[in-house]
């Protein structure tokens, strides 16, 4: 009888302990579904595939977390604070973690609005659509501009992916009436007095037209991209012809100074005024193998570059009346 006394105050005493602070501690499940809850609000780290599977979410891999992730940015926290309610949103708002479900993205080029005066010729400017997963894809266009009567036309553009994801993206063309400036009357002229005929001059040599230059500016100044080399199409759009311009980044040492100096550099040719043009950046990626050494240089290393001409930068166009300067810039892909 003492012994049964002592074995139920020892099974007592295990049950008390071992449910001491277990309101206090949150379950693998939980913590996972905190993080996430808490990117949505723009709080915290990005969610991995690790933290999908604790908070019970099946089937996030490597070709779909980034799209994932893009979706959970649109919610809050509210709406996914729980494992229910993450797996009901996902499943009600019809996001297949296996589906495409972001369409193409339609890029114009040249001047839009698009301004012609009445009687000019319109022709439909270069557009492009790339999908994240399908690539360059067919943009269809629909809608007709009659420059012979003065308005505002819509071109559209649509462009639809493998999964039948659409994009769509217009073109406002105005024509306006032709500008003329009015003459002013001349008054008649006493006649002169013949005059005796002169010798007469040298033909003079025909001057030839102001050339402009196509100069280019790097974001960034990094000692990083010492070597770099890249690589310019330029393509005269009247006559077709082309050239390929190579740029090598100066060798620069790293400095206790920062920053350093912005790297600029121009085409080895000059178009002139009314000549049309479309820039290429024909080099995808470089890398760094830069070795110098310095009070803040972290030594030699490998590091990958890719360099890219800024979806704000206008790479089409006519030549006026001045030199034209575009932006290139280069990213770390580390």
């Known amino acids: 009888m003492f012994i049964k006394k002592i074995f139920l105050l020892m099974f007592t005493l295990f049950f008390i302990l071992s449910c001491e602070n277990t309101d206090n501690k949150q379950t693998l499940q939980e913590i996972a579904i905190t993080l996430?809850?808490?990117y949505a609000e723009g709080k915290g780290p990005t969610p991995t595939i690790r933290n999908y599977e604790d908070a019970g979410i099946v089937g996030v891999n490597e070709q779909n977390i980034v799209e994932l992730n893009l979706?959970?940015?649109t919610l809050i926290a509210e709406d996914i604070d729980t494992a229910e309610e993450l797996n009901a949103v996902i499943d009600?708002?019809?996001v297949s973690l296996a589906s495409d479900i972001f369409g193409p993205i339609i890029?114009?080029?040249g001047a839009n609005p698009l301004t012609l005066e009445k009687g000019a010729t319109y022709t439909e400017p270069r557009v492009t659509a790339i999908d994240g997963r399908d690539g360059e894809v067919t943009v269809y266009c629909e809608g007709e501009v009659d420059t012979n009567t003065v308005g505002t036309y819509i071109v559209k553009h649509s462009a639809v992916d493998e999964a039948g994801n659409l994009s769509t993206l217009d073109r406002i063309v105005n024509i306006v009436p032709v500008t003329t400036t009015p003459t002013t009357p001349t008054t008649p002229t006493t006649?002169?007095?013949p005059t005796t005929p002169t010798t007469p001059t040298t033909p003079t040599t025909p001057t030839t037209p102001t050339?402009?230059?196509i100069n280019f500016t790097l974001e960034e100044d990094d000692p990083f991209l010492s070597g770099l080399t890249i690589s310019i199409a330029l393509t005269n759009t009247i006559n077709n012809d082309s050239i390929t311009h190579t740029w090598t980044y100066p060798n620069v040492a790293f400095s206790d100074q920062p920053p350093f100096t912005q790297q600029t550099f121009s085409l080895p040719t000059q178009l002139h005024a009314g000549e049309s043009y479309h820039i290429t950046?024909?080099?995808a990626e470089t890398t760094d193998t830069n070795t110098s050494t310095g009070p803040t240089s972290p030594g030699p290393g490998f590091t990958p570059y890719q360099c890219y001409i800024p979806a704000t930068t206008i790479t089409s166009g006519t030549i006026t009346n001045s030199d034209i300067t575009l932006v290139i810039a280069c990213g770390?892909?580390?």
């Open 191 to 193: 006649p002169t007095t």
């Open 71 to 73: 979706f959970i940015q």
């Open 36 to 38: 996430i809850a808490n």
């Open 332 to 334: 770390n892909l580390l």
């Open 107 to 109: 890029t114009i080029y």
């Open 281 to 283: 950046l024909t080099n």
């Open 211 to 213: 050339g402009y230059n």
């Open 92 to 94: 009600t708002l019809g």
